[in-house]
């Protein structure tokens, strides 16, 4: 328990305590934000280049392979979008496996305490 009126010293030191925030972060130090939004950016890694080539398997089912009967066309369509999800979620994997490997959120984290601008003093 503090005792009242507080030094000017011990004032400073509880007013700065006070603005401190405490953010969890994992083993790599990257805090809940960091990797929510190398989600993100993974996520549409894996949209781009996945939507061009469920694109071109549908056309190449629908216009090379043409199954003669319509549940072999609700079966493709199934196999098309199976594929489409299956190789969006393994680039999205990959591309936060290489960000968490290569540790840019976490380098980049300004520590609590540091000056913004890189500058001492």
Excluded at 79 to 108: S, W
């Amino acid at each position: 328990m503090l005792a009242w009126p507080l030094d000017p010293v011990q004032r400073a030191s509880h007013a700065q305590a006070a603005t401190v925030q405490h953010v969890r972060v994992d083993r790599q130090f990257w805090c809940e934000q960091c990797r929510t939004d190398a989600r993100r950016l993974a996520a549409r890694w894996g949209r781009s280049p996945r939507s061009p080539g469920a694109a071109r398997l549908a056309l190449w089912v629908g216009l090379v392979v043409q199954p003669p009967s319509t549940r072999l066309l609700v079966l493709y369509a199934g196999a098309v979008l199976a594929v489409y999800r299956i190789g969006r979620r393994l680039v999205e994997e990959v591309v936060f496996g290489v960000m968490r490997i290569r540790n840019k959120a976490g380098v980049h984290e300004p520590q609590p305490g540091a000056p913004e601008d890189g500058k001492s003093g």
